[in-house]
């Protein structure tokens, strides 16, 4: 009878655990060349961190990623909380700026600074351009919602298409303030059926009950 009561409280509270996935959408660009930026931010890659991963993409001109800035509800401290995962320098760590250092910056295009800033490896870089980069953020207890990270923004140069065979002189000043949550869908071969608290809590009942009248 204990058992089967143990059993059946413990599906009451059976729940599944999901990986959120924010993802930023309707760009807001300074200049011609619009780039379909890719920035995802997901809580699953890593235990201690949230992980950015940005993409200039694959049908889109070609680019150099120069820096990257995003605007959050909690408290960071770059210096600390930021993990490298990309083979680019991070540096120029700056708080409620615009500017990611010499000839990094967002002035003209947007108004308000954003709440952490860096640069993303070197200005002139050659053809040796920045065209993906990632890095995990200390998660310090927080959940990872839309409210969390509410603004990012991405400065490049050398923008523009065939940059083979012309010169690309293109220099963006992009951002997004429109996240979205994407929760991942697992392969249908991996679904596990987890029943509502509602349903789970009957069954439970129905166990009990048929326990109780057995042992009758």
């Known amino acids: 009878m204990?058992?089967?009561?143990?059993?059946?409280?413990?599906?009451?509270?059976?729940?599944?655990?999901q990986a959120s996935l924010i993802t930023f959408d309707d760009w807001q660009y300074n200049s011609g060349d619009h780039i379909d930026w890719q920035v995802s931010i997901d809580d699953e890659s890593h235990e201690d961190?949230?992980?950015?991963?940005?993409?200039?993409?694959?049908?889109?001109?070609?680019?150099?990623?120069?820096?990257?800035?995003?605007?959050?509800?909690?408290?960071?401290?770059?210096?600390?909380?930021?993990?490298?995962?990309?083979?680019?320098?991070?540096?120029?760590?700056?708080?409620?700026?615009?500017?990611?250092?010499?000839?990094?910056?967002?002035?003209?295009?947007?108004?308000?600074?954003?709440?952490y800033i860096f640069r993303v490896g070197q200005q002139g870089s050659g053809s040796d351009y920045v065209s993906e980069f990632s890095f995990g953020l200390a998660k310090n207890g927080l959940t990872l919602d839309e409210s969390l990270f509410t603004r990012v923004g991405i400065r490049a140069q050398s923008v523009g298409n065939n940059c083979d065979s012309s010169s690309c002189n293109g220099s963006v000043k992009d951002y997004s303030q429109t996240p979205g949550?994407?929760?991942?869908?697992?392969?249908?071969?991996?679904?596990?059926?987890?029943?509502?608290?509602?349903?789970?809590?009957?069954?439970?009942?129905?166990?009990?009950?048929?326990?109780?009248?057995?042992?009758?």
């Open 49 to 115: 961190y949230f992980t950015f991963n940005i993409s200039i993409g694959e049908v889109n001109p070609s680019g150099d990623i120069l820096g990257f800035a995003f605007d959050s509800s909690a408290d960071f401290n770059l210096s600390t909380d930021l993990v490298n995962y990309s083979g680019y320098e991070l540096s120029s760590f700056g708080t409620d700026s615009l500017s990611c250092g010499r000839g990094c910056n967002f002035n003209g295009a947007i108004r308000n600074g954003f709440d």
């Open 181 to 216: 949550t994407d929760i991942p869908t697992p392969p249908s071969d991996d679904v596990t059926e987890v029943p509502e608290p509602g349903t789970a809590f009957l069954l439970a009942l129905a166990l009990i009950g048929f326990t109780v009248r057995r042992q009758k």
């Open 2 to 17: 204990i058992k089967i009561l143990i059993s059946a409280i413990l599906l009451c509270f059976s729940v599944t655990s």
